[in-house]
């Protein structure tokens, strides 16, 4: 099983249009919110939360403010989840299910 991230039925873009959106996925952890117009995501390590994490730890992607760029910006954080942290969350826990 290929687990992903999912936000529909979750997630609305006019949510973060008055408000920042947190989740996390196994051991990464994101954050969406409305930044000169764009989806701004931003994914980082746990188990702390954003504003304890290190800066040099975070990195930020851009999408446009549109269903379009909603879905590339959860293309994006299953993206990085598989480059980054499917294979630790592998070794870590010893679940063969996090493929």
């Known amino acids: 099983m290929n687990e992903k991230i999912d936000l529909s039925g979750v997630f609305s873009l006019a949510y973060i249009k008055k408000s ?3 989740g ?3 051991s990464m952890r994101y954050l969406l919110e409305l930044k000169d117009g764009q989806i701004a995501a931003t994914i980082y390590p746990g ?3 954003f504003e304890v994490t ?3 730890e975070k990195e930020t992607a851009f ?3 549109s269903p379009e760029g909603l879905n ?3 293309a994006w954080l299953n993206q990085c989840y598989d480059e980054r ?3 630790k969350d592998t070794l870590l826990t010893g679940d063969e299910t996090i493929q």
């Open 20 to 22: 920042r959106y947190t």
């Open 24 to 26: 996390s996925f196994h």
């Open 47 to 49: 188990p702390y939360c």
């Open 54 to 56: 290190p800066d040099d």
């Open 63 to 65: 999408f446009e403010y």
């Open 72 to 74: 590339e910006t959860v």
């Open 85 to 87: 942290y499917r294979e």
